[in-house]
């Protein structure tokens, strides 16, 4: 089987050419080789490398960034989306894309199903929805992945924000209003391989197991990367005034894709605490 894998030196795709490439023939590109608002463009890079499968990682993903250029946000993450759908459906092939949890409002109170309604608050999760719908609407095979509080290796993170902020400051402040699930890459990659390996398709919740706080999240970074002697200060999201709103609870459920594949993901502080010893190595 070959992979094309669009997006492949960012955080999630290097991790994913990492873990494909031990099974297919892999084949990654970039934004210096492609332009995926242009239909002529995707179906150029697509043709030069007759894929079975297209595996999405791009994205505008500066959720702040996102209501001041939405134009920008919109065209690729929706208007993109929509290009590579209908390339792979002309020429017959399966498209892999990811999604995210902001598409819905964090009202539910209980973790979100791959069948609950969509009720993004802020541009980037309107942006995504919208992509969504377009993957829908013109593929003819796709596997749509929502995920969320993406860290990894090969990319700024939340991880490497916190340890960093810890050394030059000495203190932190971090909300304590927003819940969600982090999710390593490496493991996201592991899922992705075992739903393509499967065949599968539709739409898939995948995220590390487990839920907290970005406070929570973060008094877990400093104990794992052993720094003490930091305060750190619950504060409610009102603390600080950012252009865009954030869901309060947007856990995503995952039992669809443990049905699916008799497989469960990592506790997030298991996957967190790899992580954070990979870092020192």
């Given at each position: 089987?070959?992979?094309?894998?669009?997006?492949?030196?960012?955080?999630?795709?290097?991790?994913?050419?990492?873990?494909?490439?031990?099974?297919?023939?892999?084949?990654?590109?970039?934004?210096?080789?492609?332009?995926?608002?242009?239909?002529?463009?995707?179906?150029?890079?697509?043709?030069?490398v007759s894929?079975?499968?297209?595996?999405?990682?791009?994205?505008?993903?500066?959720?702040?960034?996102c209501e001041?250029?939405?134009?920008?946000?919109?065209?690729?993450?929706?208007?993109?989306?929509?290009?590579?759908a209908?390339?792979?459906?002309d020429?017959?092939?399966?498209?892999?894309?990811?999604?995210?949890?902001?598409?819905?409002?964090?009202s539910?109170?209980?973790?979100?199903?791959?069948?609950?309604p969509?009720?993004?608050?802020?541009?980037?999760?309107q942006?995504k929805?919208?992509?969504?719908r377009?993957l829908?609407?013109?593929a003819k095979?796709?596997?749509?992945?929502?995920?969320?509080?993406l860290?990894?290796?090969?990319?700024?993170?939340?991880?490497?924000?916190?340890?960093?902020?810890?050394?030059?400051?000495?203190?932190?402040?971090?909300?304590d209003?927003?819940?969600g699930?982090?999710?390593?890459?490496v493991d996201?990659?592991a899922?992705?391989?075992?739903?393509?390996?499967?065949?599968y398709?539709?739409?898939?919740?995948?995220?590390?197991?487990?839920?907290?706080?970005?406070?929570?999240?973060?008094?877990?970074?400093?104990?794992?990367?052993?720094i003490?002697?930091i305060?750190v200060?619950?504060v409610t999201?009102?603390?600080?005034?950012?252009?865009?709103?954030?869901?309060?609870?947007?856990?995503?459920?995952?039992?669809?894709?443990t049905?699916?594949?008799?497989?469960?993901?990592?506790?997030w502080?298991?996957?967190?605490?790899?992580?954070?010893?990979?870092?020192?190595?």
């Amino acid at each position: 089987m070959k992979v094309l894998v669009l997006g492949h030196m960012g955080m999630l795709g290097s991790d994913i050419v990492l873990r494909l490439g031990l099974s297919y023939d892999v084949v990654g590109k970039d934004i210096e080789e492609f332009d995926i608002t242009s239909l002529d463009d995707c179906r150029r890079v697509v043709n030069e490398v007759s894929p079975d499968v297209v595996i999405n990682t791009t994205g505008f993903t500066d959720v702040d960034g996102c209501e001041s250029k939405q134009e920008q946000c919109f065209s690729v993450n929706a208007e993109g989306v929509k290009n590579l759908a209908i390339t792979c459906r002309d020429e017959d092939i399966k498209v892999v894309h990811f999604s995210t949890d902001y598409v819905f409002d964090g009202s539910k109170g209980e973790p979100y199903t791959e069948d609950d309604p969509c009720k993004p608050i802020n541009t980037y999760g309107q942006s995504k929805l919208q992509g969504e719908r377009y993957l829908q609407e013109y593929a003819k095979n796709y596997l749509l992945i929502r995920t969320a509080w993406l860290y990894g290796k090969h990319g700024k993170n939340f991880v490497n924000t916190i340890i960093k902020k810890a050394e030059d400051e000495g203190a932190l402040r971090v909300v304590d209003d927003q819940v969600g699930s982090p999710t390593y890459t490496v493991d996201l990659s592991a899922a992705v391989h075992l739903l393509i390996e499967g065949n599968y398709s539709g739409v898939y919740h995948v995220t590390n197991r487990g839920n907290c706080s970005w406070y929570e999240f973060a008094v877990k970074i400093l104990e794992y990367a052993n720094i003490g002697d930091i305060a750190v200060e619950p504060v409610t999201s009102n603390t600080f005034k950012r252009p865009a709103k954030r869901p309060h609870q947007s856990v995503l459920g995952c039992g669809k894709f443990t049905r699916t594949t008799q497989k469960t993901m990592r506790f997030w502080q298991i996957a967190l605490k790899d992580y954070v010893n990979r870092l020192n190595c």
